[in-house]
């Protein structure tokens, strides 16, 4: 497995999101606890490093099967969790919180969920527009000073907040979603966080499975499945955003790969700073993702992706209305 660093944190090449192995995706119905934790372990055998969650994925229950699959195998991995979305302070999970009491109380509960003594990356998991950035990035620095915690990460943050909290301490990672139909930060966040040398880590690389192909229809998502109430999966924008992925699917099969291996390794190809997420619960598809290292691409092939997935080719906000107003803050 190919390395890189976010910042100066040494991870492996593709990393492994954990939201779906405990919410959002197929429901409560379709978790298998037994098999998120065979395929976390298979990813560190086959040298998956960086693994991803927070406290609000479940919420809490997330961290805590983590901690068990990664149990006897800690140093093997670089672990990177979340705070900011659940208020310790009466608020409770879906409440914006990053004041320094909170972080306090967060980092606590997600050491021991995880079963660790520190976290290699703490990210801000949304920006609290009620606490300012200096303040909670000061918390966590004092969170560094104290071993808990090594680096400092943002999600889902504007250019002016994240020159903010670097001014503070340096900031490692910068997570946004990033993908072949989310290419907003290619104009000014990648530029920003270059600029700073931060690196940037992009979730739903696969555009929430459906870059992979497997929906064909609205009908195809589980009732109870969040994608239901995403604006892509939807009606008129569901049948535009099919015709960019049959495109990406007609070219992948020219290549000798699968549309997941073609749209993962489009994300590589835009950086060795660059380090995307994708989230599996299955090892079925942790193997495929993991394809996409061995898949070429020339410029050719690249024009030809700009030519069939342009900047803003997708339809539909890639959030709800309600929620989209916490992101780019």
């Known amino acids: 497995m190919r390395h890189t660093t976010l910042g100066t944190l040494d991870v492996a090449r593709i990393g492994l999101g954990a939201m779906g192995m405990s919410m959002a995706y197929e429901g409560g119905g ?31 229950i997330n961290e805590e099967l983590i901690g068990r699959a990664i149990a006897g ?24 919180d990053s004041s320094p009491a909170n972080i306090r109380t967060a980092v606590e509960g997600s050491l021991r969920r995880l079963g660790t003594d520190h976290i290699d990356l703490y990210y801000q998991h949304r920006v609290d527009p009620q606490t300012p950035i200096e303040d909670s990035v000061g ?48 104009a000014e966040v990648l530029p920003t966080v270059r600029e700073l040398g931060i690196g940037f880590v992009p979730y739903s690389p696969l555009g929430r499975g459906f870059l992979t192909g497997q929906f064909r229809t609205p009908g195809d998502i589980p009732e109870d499945d969040y994608r239901r109430n995403s604006p892509r999966f939807q009606g008129d924008a569901f049948a535009a955003n099919l015709a960019l992925v049959q495109e990406v699917e007609a070219m992948a099969s020219g290549k000798g790969c699968t549309a997941a291996q073609l749209a993962l390794a489009w994300v590589l190809a835009q950086g060795e700073d660059v380090v995307p997420i994708p989230g599996t619960k299955r090892r079925t598809y942790l193997d495929d993702n993991l394809g996409a290292l061995a898949v070429e691409l020339t410029a050719d092939d690249l024009a030809r992706i700009d030519g069939i997935v342009p900047v803003g080719a997708a339809s539909g906000e890639r959030y709800p209305a309600a929620t989209m107003g916490s992101v780019n803050r």
Request: net charge negative.
């Open 139 to 186: 918390a966590l620095a004092d969170l560094v000073g104290e071993g808990k915690i090594r680096h400092i990460g943002l999600s889902e943050a504007w250019l002016e907040t994240i020159r903010r909290a670097h001014a503070v301490h340096p900031i490692a990672a910068v997570q946004t979603e990033y993908s072949l139909w989310t290419r907003d930060p290619e």
């Open 30 to 60: 379709a978790l298998d606890d037994a098999e998120s934790i065979r395929t976390v372990r298979r990813a560190i055998d086959l040298g998956v490093t960086f693994i991803d969650t927070a406290e609000i994925y479940g919420p809490f």
């Open 73 to 96: 195998r800690r140093d093997e991995v670089v672990l990177a969790t979340k705070f900011g979305l659940v208020s310790h302070a009466g608020g409770g999970p879906g409440t914006l």
